[in-house]
């Protein structure tokens, strides 16, 4: 038996699993298994975003790797960067049991987590370690940060995840998107945001100016908003100049066409392949809105090289993934970035060259 076909195996066999118990099974494997050397990248697909090089284009989205601790076994499976988090300050048990819903049919996820995780201290130290392993932090490790539920000042615990991950992180995401923390979303109302980013931004700036690496600041955003709240957030993120913005977060819509509609019925965020049309649309929208003043990343619904490229046509310079993985498995990655070179062999054009061409024809398609 091959090594690919026994990997094959186990995914199917996590299928028979409760997701998060899957979820626990899968971390605990990738921690006890020997580094993996990344596949090779191809050149034509290197993408320069924020001031950092990534060797291709496709990262892993926050949520798989909550607590840092399998950044480089995920690295090692072709992907050009990795989002660990959300991380809060204190360590939270996040939302009762069960909290994750697989959709098969659909390809999709319904989670309702809450922002689990072990608390800024835990990551920190992995990160450290990592950090201080020539041979290990080779890669591109963003961090997710977000406030504790139960936090009075919510911006000053984003304060409090820049000021404990800025000598480890490799970017910063400012998560105000996720729909299962109760009034998190508020965040991104123009007032509230601009306040929000003022402090984020401000503490970034101060750590520089001390000696230490600027670390570009992202902003991850709901599907969900309207066309008007998504023309405040773009003038906020200008006026303050943050370095770029996700898009998008998981969805509290249900499309008519799932169909698996008991699970349907279960409160949480949508991820998946009902997420890539809707997520490409808000993508398409903020990318004319942004006029280039920063690069976007895309998310939801990346699964193949034409999901990739649909993003990156829509205006992302790059893409992450979660879901497509859990459906595809962790090689999913190098498949992307295989087609992807394969289509710039075909058409001769440069990845950069695709970046928005298709923007305007997606967001006509906004209803």
């Known amino acids: 038996m091959t090594f ?4 094959e195996l186990a995914r199917k066999a996590m299928f028979t699993l409760d997701p998060e118990t899957a979820h626990g099974v899968t971390i605990r494997a990738l921690t006890a298994m020997p580094r993996r050397t990344p596949p090779p990248n191809d050149a034509r697909l290197a993408v320069s975003a924020f001031g950092l090089d990534f060797p291709n284009p496709v990262g892993l989205a926050a949520g798989f790797d909550k607590n840092a601790e399998v950044p480089d076994a995920m690295l ?5 960067f990795v989002e660990v988090g959300t991380i809060t300050p204190k360590p939270q048990p996040g939302n009762p049991k069960p909290r994750i819903f697989r959709l098969p049919h659909d390809r999709a996820v319904i989670n309702r987590l809450g922002f689990n995780n072990a608390g800024h201290a835990a990551a920190r130290a992995r990160l450290l370690a990592r950090a201080r392993d020539v041979a290990g932090a080779r890669g591109l490790v963003g961090v997710n940060i977000g406030a504790n539920k139960d936090a009075t000042d919510r911006a000053a615990d984003y304060v409090a995840g820049v000021q ?10 400012v998560n105000i998107s996720s729909p299962n923390t109760p009034g998190l979303r508020d965040l991104q109302h123009e007032a509230a945001l601009d306040d929000l980013l003022g ?3 401000e503490t970034r700036d101060a750590i520089a100016a001390r000696g230490k690496t600027r670390r ?13 709240e998504l023309d405040g957030i773009v003038a906020v993120c200008r006026r303050r100049g943050i370095d ?8 509290i819509a249900r499309p008519e066409a799932l169909r698996d509609r008991d699970v349907a019925r279960e409160q949480g965020g949508l991820s998946g392949m009902p997420l890539l049309g809707p997520s490409t649309r808000m993508l398409a929208n903020a990318w004319l809105r942004v006029e280039r003043a920063f690069p976007l990343i895309g998310v939801g619904g990346v699964d193949s090289a034409d999901s990739a490229l649909a993003k990156i046509r829509a205006g992302a310079a790059l893409v992450q993934l ?3 993985m859990i459906y595809k498995g962790p090689h999913v990655a190098t498949a992307i970035n295989r087609g992807l070179a394969d289509r710039l062999g075909r058409s001769g054009e440069t990845l950069a060259a695709q970046v928005g061409t298709d923007a305007a024809d997606v967001a006509r398609e906004t209803a």
């Open 4 to 7: 690919g076909l026994f990997e």
């Open 76 to 80: 090692g499976y072709g992907f050009g």
């Open 164 to 173: 404990a991950f800025a000598d480890v992180a490799s970017y910063f995401t």
């Open 199 to 201: 402090r984020v931004l």
């Open 216 to 228: 570009p600041v992202l902003l991850k955003i709901a599907p969900d908003l309207s066309l008007d």
């Open 244 to 251: 770029g913005m996700i898009i998008s977060n998981t969805t």
């Open 322 to 324: 979660y879901t497509g």
